[in-house]
C-alpha cells in the first residue's frame, strides 16, 4: 500500500480528533456537566488544604482516548 495514502489518513483523523476537543473546549461552559467537575470526582477541603481528585474525569478520558486509539489502529489496517 502507498505510505503516503496511510500518513494522508493519519493526518484526516488527527484533524477531526483536534476539531472535536475544540468544540468540547469551546462549548465546554455551556455543557450540564463539566469536565473536571463530574459527580463523583473526589473534592475534600480541610483547615490546612485542600485535596481534589478526578476520579470520574480520569475514567471518562480514558475511555474516550481508548476508543480514539482503537479507531486510529482498525484505520491503519
Known amino acids: 500500500m502507498d505510505p503516503l495514502r496511510d500518513v494522508g ?4 483523523l ?3 480528533v483536534v476539531a472535536g476537543l475544540g468544540c ?3 462549548l465546554g461552559a455551556r455543557l450540564p456537566l463539566r469536565l473536571g467537575r463530574l459527580p ?3 473534592a475534600v477541603q ?3 488544604g485542600s485535596f481534589y481528585f478526578p476520579i470520574v474525569t480520569s475514567i ?3 475511555v ?3 476508543l480514539v486509539m482503537w479507531l486510529v489502529g482498525w484505520l491503519r489496517k
Open 40 to 42: 463523583g470526582d473526589i
Open 60 to 62: 471518562l478520558l480514558s
Open 64 to 66: 474516550g482516548l481508548t
Open 24 to 26: 468540547v473546549l469551546f
Open 46 to 48: 480541610g483547615r490546612r
Open 14 to 16: 488527527l484533524g477531526l
Open 9 to 12: 489518513k493519519s493526518l484526516i
